[in-house]
């Protein structure tokens, strides 16, 4: 156990609200306004996980996003969620967290013994060891390293929470709560501008709130907390706390995670988890900060080494420490605040090692008076320890090596502006060498960067900054910004001298923590060729882990830049991709998951066939009818052929309102019709329906249906339900994009009308018991192809078509959606006496079949109307889409497969789609592939099986014998290739 | 992405259908020139910079609009209606 712990008195948590939490089934307590790390902390926690690769003990780096080390598992059963990051997460009652990453313990771990041999697992391993046998990959080699190295397990479970989504617009979208943003958000918003600000952590004020700056006077801390509070009253201002924009997307679209209830234990009743947020913003100003960079040097990874803004964040924000006895490793002025905050806190500086020489003497200030130990021109070289740091190795200015023993060491490699959004349109950070760092290059519309995020690191630059770009978004949108006096705050400069690489201590010096990639292993992808940033990632997974390599991307490149002897500039950075921080899935998807994946469609006769006790059977979006069980039917195929015999020898009545339904109004309506449908439409006669074949423009089939004329200039389209959508947009795009010049509207009535087909022989004397009696429907008056508008019922309006699809005396009755299920009551109650029976999808298919009429299986993008035997259909007087390219002499090839029937020879021998056709005594292969079987039924009307396909040479090959073989499902059956027309081959029953 | 349609306003690209090159799409050739009408099908530049291309306001006034946008950024420069109704071709 370590000498961590807290401070008495400070710290911006709430002493009052003393909270309950558990750490690998330790009971602890914490403060409200700590995270999770600083009760870690709090309660002498120092070893908190393993690392990915060597399973090497880790403590707490950051006290930020960017924490490569402290994940942890966090909650319970279905909601434990892995690879959390302790620094980011906010204490709660009842918090249950758990160590990963270690067997059998966190403080016993076997597989530590990656560590002792390293050298078999550096950069690039998985592509030299295992090479060979490639057998073993799979088997042997990947399971290894997958158990070996991991992180977190995920739950295994359905997440039992609900996670949102919503759509926001802004003038100004700040990204940053840190003194930068709200400067910006604060100007912005007084102009009367509307601005979100969007900040990661619970409490607004970034750095604010772990230094001990000040601002107009008093704490930095305090400034923060009355600009948020007035940012909160302002009724233009959404002020978002715990809520991370991770991308930028085009047309100045921002992806942003709220955190809504990641802070309790349990989210309340119709609370989601978090929230997904789509921000609209004519403005973004990014305020994200900056991110420390820790120093490379042997054992760097102990835990009690933390980055020194770290530290200071522990001791000013949370009131905890990390050690008792700290020394501060730094190459940048901002190094020595963490001892004088540490000092200031009663905690014993051991030692301040700065590797410049020429480290100012007035830094540390007051420290040289308490005896500390200072060393200019200095270096860690090692870290001693290995569950906590023991002590240090210095290697001072004249190059002697003494060891001060120590608990905690701070460090800092100076501090890396956060551009990651600026790269997420492909803008490239450029180097600036007096940082030194990477600083934003080429920004996405409508984004400026200002504070650290920009390079400016004093605070009052930063706040200078914040407020122009405020001001100057205000003025973008024509209001003025009011020029309040800009707060007085701190403008040293502070200095630093990069330090990218301590050499001479024995063990490895980490770069990239979570993924376990060392100096060493960036040295050996340089000398094996690996010289690009990209190459130098891949081959080393360097900044490839949950972190995007946020403390490690610079020090990685700058190690690649000193190998190659070339300037960091010429380097270069690798570019970042969204998210800034992972996103869980949950919230990606939101409500769109399991049922609820897309919305359900149901048709307006739907009750209708519930009441009947239909089987429903999804089809695309759509629940339709499947069939209608009866007691004692022992499966679907029992109940369909039922239905067929019941439709075929009396009537029966099935739901069409699925399919696509389009209203074509205007005087040139027939014209736009004979010019999408290969038959010609604007000869039908009023009064009359059509079956009508569309072609694309490629010469292939794109889909069918009916379509009626009601009056002169009034079409009424039908579609086939998977096209519904397609053909309107199609039929739009003829219109506006080709022939503008047409007079003729139209849109979609799918929705509004119900339409049910009433087949079989007795479908007229049912009908004629619903239809008003001034409509005459009998044979003479209303033949077959007959459309026109009536009323039922005593005064419904209904439009009636004399079509069929079964090949029965059959009509199709569309009445306005709302009726549809009184409509089809009511018929049943007319039908009763005849014999009337509800069917479904599956008896619709089978006499589909039985009449060889082609749906989706046969027009199926690769057939033409010849192909299905419809060519007659092809007008040879004018011009349609489609009309030039399906005369390619391809498409009209002899041999091109043409729909076919199929008949076992063996009547009760089960046919499948799907099955190959073979030519008999012929070898089973891709070479003798004749075509396939594309639809089978087990005809009731027939009693046998039969079957459609497409066979090369088509109607020639009627008469003839093939096999037809599945060698999926194993059978090889033989059958004689006939008319794809079964039943009622003349079609005298749907004139009866 | 975001699409500013001249009726209904900005909106988000999901409420769109995208088909392709505006000025291939809508030049149809007229007659029986079977390599004419491949042209028209098959062959299209794929271009890096402005491109002047097809979408259709499927989620809104179903207007087909030419979207110009720079293949390289995403930035949309100008949309207008493919067809003004009433105009253009005579029937």
Request: hydrophobic share 40%; glycine share 10%.
């Amino acid at each position: 156990m370590s000498s961590a712990g807290r401070l008495p008195t400070g710290g911006r948590i709430d002493r009052a609200r003393p909270i309950k939490f558990s750490f690998d089934g330790r009971s602890m307590s914490g403060f409200a306004g700590d995270t999770l790390a600083s009760a870690l902390i709090a309660n002498g926690v120092s070893l908190v996980g393993r690392s990915f690769k060597y399973h090497r003990p880790r403590g707490i780096l950051s006290a930020g996003s960017e924490e490569p080390n402290a994940l942890v598992e966090m909650r319970a059963g279905a909601r434990r969620e892995p690879n959390t990051r302790a620094t980011s997460v906010e204490l709660f009652d009842g918090l249950q967290a758990q160590s990963q990453n270690r067997w059998p313990s966190l403080g016993f771990d076997i597989l530590a013994l990656n560590g002792l041999v390293g050298g078999f697992l550096s950069a690039g391993f998985y592509y030299k060891t295992f090479m060979w046998p490639a057998a073993f990959w799979e088997k042997v080699y990947e399971p290894l390293i997958r158990r070996a190295a991991g992180l977190g397990r995920s739950a295994g479970a359905e997440d039992p929470d609900h996670y949102e989504k919503s759509h926001a617009h802004c003038d100004v979208l700040v990204i940053g709560g840190g003194p930068a943003g709200l400067m910006a958000a604060l100007t912005a918003a007084r102009s009367g501008a509307r601005v979100i600000l969007a900040d990661e952590d619970f409490l607004p004020g970034g750095r604010l709130n772990a230094e001990r700056q000040e601002i107009d006077g008093a704490a930095g801390s305090i400034w923060a907390a009355t600009v948020a509070a007035e940012l909160s009253s302002m009724p233009n201002v959404r002020l978002m706390r715990r809520t991370t924009v991770f991308g930028v997307y085009d047309g100045s679209t921002y992806a942003a995670l709220e955190r809504v209830n990641d802070h309790v234990a349990v989210p309340p009743p119709f609370q989601p988890r978090q929230r997904m947020w789509r921000i609209y913003a004519r403005r973004s100003i990014l305020a994200a900060g900056a991110l420390e960079r820790p120093l490379v040097f042997a054992n760097n990874d102990r835990p009690g080494v933390m980055l020194a803004g770290a530290v200071r964040s522990y001791i000013n924000r949370f009131a905890v420490t990390p050690g008792q006895r700290l020394a501060v490793f730094t190459c940048c002025d901002d190094g020595w605040q963490a001892a004088i905050d540490a000092a200031a806190a009663g905690i014993s500086i051991e030692a301040v090692i700065d590797s410049r020489a020429e480290a100012s003497p007035a830094l540390g200030g007051e420290l040289g008076k308490r005896d500390v130990r200072i060393f200019r021109g200095a270096e860690v070289i090692r870290a001693v320890g290995s569950r906590g740091l023991q002590a240090i190795e210095v290697r001072d200015a004249s190059g002697r090596i003494s060891s001060i023993l120590c608990d905690a060491l701070a460090m800092s490699g100076g501090w890396s502006p956060i551009t990651h959004l600026t790269s997420h349109l492909g803008g490239r950070p450029v180097w600036n060498e007096s940082l030194p760092a990477f600083v934003p290059g080429t920004l996405p519309s409508g984004m400026s960067v200002v504070g650290a995020a920009n390079g400016a690191m004093a605070l009052a630059r930063s706040l200078a900054g914040g407020r122009d770009a405020g001001a100057s978004a205000a003025r973008d949108f024509g209001r003025s910004a009011s020029d309040a006096p800009l707060p007085k705050a701190d403008d040293e400069p502070a200095t630093v001298r990069a330090l990218w690489h301590v050499s001479g201590g024995r063990g490895p010096a980490f770069v990239d923590f979570q993924n376990d990639v060392t100096a060493k292993d960036v040295g050996l992808a340089s000398r094996e060729g690996y010289r690009s940033v990209e190459l130098l990632k891949r081959y080393t997974t360097l900044g490839m882990a949950t972190d995007q390599g946020k403390t490690s991307n610079v020090n990685g490149l700058a190690i690649l830049a000193s190998e190659l002897a070339q300037p960091i500039a010429t380097v270069g950075t690798t570019l970042n991709r969204p998210p800034f921080t992972p996103v869980s899935i949950g919230a990606l998807a939101g409500h769109h998951r399991g049922k609820d994946f897309r919305a359900t469609r149901l048709s307006p006769l739907h009750e209708w066939a519930k009441t009947h006790g239909a089987v429903f059977i999804e089809s695309g979006a759509w629940l339709r009818a499947s069939w209608f069980p009866r007691p004692g039917e022992k499966d679907w195929l029992e109940s369909a052929s039922r239905e067929v015999r019941a439709v075929r020898s009396a009537v029966g009545l099935t739901d069409v309102s699925t399919l696509g339904k389009i209203d074509i109004q205007g005087p040139d309506a027939g014209t736009l019709l004979d010019r999408v449908y290969c038959n010609t439409f604007s000869t039908l006669a009023v009064g009359k329906a059509r079956y009508g074949v569309m072609l694309r423009e490629d010469g292939f089939v794109m889909d069918d249906g009916t379509t009626s004329r009601l009056a002169t200039d009034h079409f009424v389209m039908t579609t086939t339900t998977a096209n519904a959508v397609g053909i309107m947009r199609h039929l739009e795009f003829c219109h506006q994009g080709l022939w503008p010049g047409l007079d003729v509207q139209m849109t979609s009535i799918s929705e509004q009308w119900a339409q049910m087909a009433i087949a079989g022989p007795k479908s007229r004397e049912t009908l004629a018991r619903i239809v008003d009696r001034q409509h005459d429907i009998s044979d003479a008056a209303f033949p077959y192809l007959t459309a026109r508008e009536i009323t039922i019922l005593g005064g419904t309006r209904a439009r009636l078509f004399r079509i069929s699809y079964s090949g029965e005396l059959a009509y199709e009755l569309a009445v306005p959606a709302g009726v549809g299920n009184a409509v089809a009551a009511a018929i049943m109650e007319a039908g009763t006496d005849l014999g009337i029976q509800p069917y479904g999808l599956e008896a619709m298919g089978i006499m589909r079949i039985e009449k060889g009429h082609v749906a989706g299986s046969e027009i199926n993008g690769q057939t033409t109307a010849r192909d299905l035997g419809l060519g007659k259909m092809m007008s040879k007087k004018k011009d349609y889409i489609g009309r030039v390219l399906a005369e390619r002499p391809a498409l009209a090839a002899p041999d091109r497969w043409g729909l076919v029937g199929l008949k076992p020879v063996d009547w009760t021998t089960r046919i499948r789609a799907g099955a190959h056709l073979i030519p008999i005594g012929a070898a089973t292969t891709t070479a003798n592939d004749l075509g396939y079987v594309t639809s089978v039924a087990f005809s009731p009307s027939l009693e046998r099986w039969i079957g459609l396909g497409l066979i090369s040479g088509g109607a020639s090959k009627h008469g003839t014998r093939v096999r037809l073989v599945d060698l999926l499902r194993g059978s090889d059956i033989e059958a004689e290739v006939c008319d794809p027309v079964f039943y009622d081959p003349k079609g005298e029953r749907l004139h009866g | 992405m975001r699409i500013r349609c001249p009726y209904c306003g900005e909106r988000s690209n999901d409420e769109f259908y995208v088909l392709g090159d505006a000025d291939a799409l809508t030049a149809r050739p007229s007659g029986e020139n079977a390599e004419a009408f491949h042209e028209y099908v098959y062959q299209r530049t794929n271009l890096a910079g402005l491109h002047r291309e097809l979408w259709y306001h499927s989620n809104g006034c179903r207007r087909w609009l030419v979207v110009t946008r720079d293949t390289r950024t995403h930035e949309i420069s100008d949309v207008t209606y493919a067809s003004k109704r009433g105009e253009g071709e005579a029937a």
